[in-house]
């Protein structure tokens, strides 16, 4: 309200709100600048979560619980301001996933996008609608919303990878269906790498009066360290860095040049030894892994320190800074894809 | 989780969360299937607003604080499943504006995209980058984005419409960004109906080297009763009735065909006497205004009664069937915009 | 070619060129420059038809020949430069026709997309897909590409309007169908007006299940004057005038914002009596329409005085200014539709 | 016209034709049928250029003109229906373009999109825009319109390839602009494999305020025969062939997921030795190369042998079937990116 209000005035005010609550009447001009507020004021805290502590913890679960038990053996990386949802942004999810020698998670399908970034271990898999995709260290891999999914892993060592999910996007909206499979395994559908060979070269499928196998909206799910980080290294070879971001490049849907899932946009970067990035700031709230070297955050007045596969959240609009202490390569997702969808997007460089 | 625990596992996993709590971290497996439900489990209820009695409030609300002073004088219609959260469904927020003769309500802008729909009054207009929709009862208003807006009732009768805003969704995605301008009311640009003339025709004006003094991707802002109960009256005699919707026209955005705002979808619907729609649910919670007539919401066991200017909110996934006891002529919005963008809309159709 | 030849070489050239000429085979160099010239070079040339003397021969054919023996009773804009191409652009074909009281032109449907202009006459209809736009003088109607359409008169006086196809571009693509219904006249479907209440006022059909009656990606036909001449004059009255163009609109379709049909863009201006345009030339060459007053179009060192109701044709990247004698309101469409989709568009602004 | 007329009539109106020809006047109905035929009627026909003999004329051109004198030493492959036009379908070009030891073909650019597809030959480059595409046999290498291209062959043996470029087209829209560097090679920008590393992944470079080196629209331009043949073989192995097509694979464009370029689409098949296919056709005159093996085209009535290299064209609605003789691998190229975006795009499978 522009104005105060006397003594008078806000008992005969207090009276009327307390006459229609039972109506589910309420008083705009109590709560305006809170709905509606200059900047964005996120409840969400800046967090970096310890990739050596979560892992105790992670395998003291697996002596616990089984990932069949469990449907699902995850840590959920819940955010410190928003304790009981689930949630690492107020839109995103994120937990890190175990799945231990010869087990098994078992098949179901979500509206919920997922992404998984693999920390550790080799040659577990991803199945997406009996594919598999199978994972090493530091892929991308994607079981896209409405995909049949389950994770197997046939090695003799523990995987472990993130998760990054919509999860409170999907809530958000109320419109999450899911449904298990009666069998916890997929049936194979095609041989592991059929997917990625098609849709992975800039080229699709072409066919006559069918469809292709995938969907045609959503066909690649599986993203290779093997080719990004090449990739990354070329581009910092060669490329002016970007003064805010460093080396960066975005991972993308084939289907339509887009983020890689409709809610959900992923990326990695490298700066070099010694580089620090002017400040940004940016809509996004942004979930970061740290793949190679060490580094320290910088968000105001805040310094935090970077070390192998610790995971950060930057919530919206804080002032971001990335100093490389060494190389540092960093995996990045956010709810960018659904706030440029939804005109919402915003950054600020200085 | 697929299977019971014994005490002693049970205990464990209480100790382990205890011990990993403090540093943000929390199972998955506790929360999995509130977290990915079957379907959607909206928190919001079924609700309806009689227009009379909201009317009466925001009268009383009239006497005790003027619009200037409240800079928007609204009683927000929140849902009774969601309670302090000031919102319709977890995705929208709706709330009935009175403006009194002679006031202003003072001009801001933000992220946050709000429809009005006018309830009662004639003559008083919104300004929108300074050019007035000079509204009458039942029109469609828009105020995207990041447009400048203020209100004024010059009339000698107070004004009353619907609000429907985003404000939750910007919310949810941390995105919102305010200010008001340094004056009440913004300067006249352009006379009233300017945009009205220059696009709703499906026409655009076409330029040089220049762009158009309104935005391109959003131009048009005022969608009159005048042109569309015409329209939806041609439909009724011509059209085949729709068994699940009755007669119904969207409103679109002339710039691209798809709806009225980007997170925001709109339409209207006649559905003649005794005329009753077969059951029909959908991922979008909507909000309906009974434009004309009388009628009958029956939504699984329940049975609402609709009576002239009432609001009704449906949230998502609940079975809706629509009796006309007389003609019954409906407004309706929701989150189906962004849902469609973002891939998750849903319905069924019994 | 870069570089002269001597004779020898010139001689064993033509040698070359002579023995692999029967196997398809003949050299680029010969050609290389006039294949890939530096700017258009359009074989079309500048041309204005007088229409009362084209009018006078349109009159004499209805004597000659009926609109059912014809087909389409047409006289063709046959450009001087593309004789014998039927073509008053290479992309597009303009004609004008003319429809008898009485007269029925028998139903058909084709690839190439159609637009007619109205110039004279009031009540005479196309019927699209059996329903009838009712044609009023500087209406305009289209018949998309694939869609049932006749024409009638049920009037007492002739009706004349001007026909812009994209002949001869769905012939460059060899990509043309067509057919004959049996009847001559499509079936009613639906009473006038249906269609352009349903689109016309940016609002759509909203069904459950099924799709509309109407195709989606091409619902509207009708324009009429009644609806865009108040609206250039309201343009006229509020905006500042483009230097380069006048006061302009631009036809849209409505299901996607953008130009009236995939292959043709079409506009309408008015130019205040006394103002000339700056230069200007475009690569999509143009067919004016003059609706009201007199000017004079400037095409380099050419003057054209252009009288009510003449046809201008202005080829791709002529420098063109217009001059309004009086106040001057115009007609104009050209191939700018394909040619933003193949990223061929350009225009230069003096 | 749908009835004969009599002598009397058919005097009268070669007089009116007479009379009205000087004013660019002509009648329709002469022309109608020709004008809109009931199905397309290509005055292209079905050829097919045996590669040993062009390659020998190729190299006596090397004999007797340079690279650098003819800009581009091409044969055009001009189709036998098309004489004089240049063009092996109404609306592309192909050619077989021929660069010796030591030689430079000039930097230059146009509207105009070419594609180039390696016959023979290994170790010459294309540079766009300052970058060297290295050229590998059954490469696919874009220079699309607008870009800066060279051409070199520092390597001992010559290179040979197949140009398909959209310069009929351009024609057609009368939209063509072209201009020469004053340099013969363009400076070199960044080392061979850049953009390739870059966006040849499903990535594409992020910047802050900034946008990429390349074109937005048009980043890629090089398709490897080491990435697409194994990605073909792939699809066979896996992929339940398509009865019409064969097993197939189109390369796209990153940017969009569309084809390569904005006129043209590019793909690859493979027909299992024995395999023929159904009787398909399509409005998309074809192009094909044959890159491995032997085979048989069927169309309607005529049979042609298909050896190692040879280039067929196939206009548009012809029915065709293929026979792979041996495992038979075909390189196709056509106006299907053109014809989809302009709505006319057809086919039809038996």
Same mark, same amino acid.
């Given at each position: ?8 005035q806000?008992?005969?005010?207090? &009276?009327l ?16 600048? &809170?709905?509606v ?6 409840p ?33 990386l ?45 040659? &577990? ?26 994770h ?30 009666s ?14 060979a ?28 093997a ?20 080396? &960066? ?30 400040e ?27 070390e ?38 915003k950054?600020?460089?200085?």
């Amino acid at each position: 309200m522009s104005e105060r209000l006397d003594n008078d005035q806000r008992a005969q005010l207090q &009276a009327l709100y307390a006459d229609m609550a039972p109506e589910g009447l309420t008083p705009l001009w109590e709560v305006l600048s &809170a709905l509606v507020p200059k900047t964005p004021e996120s409840p969400a805290t800046v967090h970096r979560w310890r990739y050596s502590s979560a892992r105790d913890y992670l395998l003291r679960a697996g002596d616990l619980i089984s990932a069949e038990q469990a449907e699902r053996r995850v840590l959920i990386l819940e955010n410190p301001g928003l304790q009981g949802l689930s949630s690492i942004t107020p839109s995103l999810y994120a937990g890190l996933q175990m799945i231990l020698p010869g087990e098994v998670a078992p098949c179901h399908r979500h509206s919920q996008c997922a992404l998984r970034f693999v920390m550790e271990g080799s040659g &577990a898999y991803t199945a997406v609608d009996g594919e598999k995709a199978v994972m090493e260290r530091y892929d991308l891999v994607l079981t896209p919303g409405g995909q049949w999914h389950d994770h197997g892993n046939p090695t003799s060592q523990p995987m472990i990878w993130l998760d990054g999910l919509d999860i409170p996007t999907v809530r958000h909206f109320d419109a999450g269906f899911a449904e298990k499979l009666s069998e916890s395994v997929h049936p194979e559908t095609v041989p592991p790498g059929d997917t990625l060979a098609r849709y992975g070269h800039n080229m699709r499928p072409m066919r006559g009066g069918t469809a292709d196998r995938r969907p045609s909206h959503q066909p690649l799910f599986h993203y290779r360290f093997a080719d990004w980080r090449p990739a990354l290294e070329t581009l910092a070879a060669n490329a002016e860095i970007d003064p805010h971001l460093g080396h &960066a490049l975005e991972f993308l849907n084939p289907a339509d040049g887009g983020p890689v899932m409709p809610t959900i946009a992923a990326h990695v970067r490298l700066l070099p030894s010694g580089f620090e990035t002017r400040e940004r700031r940016s809509s996004d709230g942004t979930i970061f892994v740290v793949v190679e070297g060490q580094g320290t955050a910088l968000i105001g007045e805040t310094s935090i320190a970077l070390e192998h596969h610790d995971v950060l959240v930057v919530p919206s609009w804080r002032p971001l800074r990335l100093r490389a202490d060494t190389k540092l390569v960093l995996f990045g997702f956010s709810d960018r894809a659904s706030q440029e969808k939804l005109n919402l997007y915003k950054e600020e460089l200085a």
